[in-house]
């Protein structure tokens, strides 16, 4: 439930701040979206516009891009595939090049 009251929280403001700038808002219904039991958040169209550019440019600190070996999308701090295992970028191309020599 907590969750939710911030969401919605953050979507109006999120509109307010964005409508005040729009300086002749078009009259449409716009898009109004719902969360949990809250009452409806109204965007205008510029408002909806800005919203699915900003969900489009997220890029989430957690994303450390995909690993070389096996293409999976889960790297760890130290940038080891949390999939297969093998080390990515650089790094564990040196690891995986000296494990070769040595074996």
Not at 8 to 29: G, Q
Not at 45 to 73: F, I, K, M, N
């Amino acid at each position: 439930m907590e969750l939710e009251v911030e969401v919605a929280a953050a979507l109006h403001e999120f509109a307010a701040r964005l409508a005040a700038l729009d300086p002749a808002p078009v009259r449409s219904a716009g898009v109004a979206l719902r969360v949990g039991d809250a009452d409806p958040v109204v965007l205008s169209e510029s408002v909806a516009a800005a919203l699915c550019t900003a969900l489009r440019s997220y890029h989430d600190p957690r994303d450390r891009g995909r690993c070389a070996q096996c293409g999976g999308p889960r790297l760890d701090e130290g940038l080891q595939c949390l999939d297969c295992g093998q080390p990515a970028g650089l790094f564990g191309q040196l690891i995986r090049e000296r494990m070769a020599r040595h074996q």
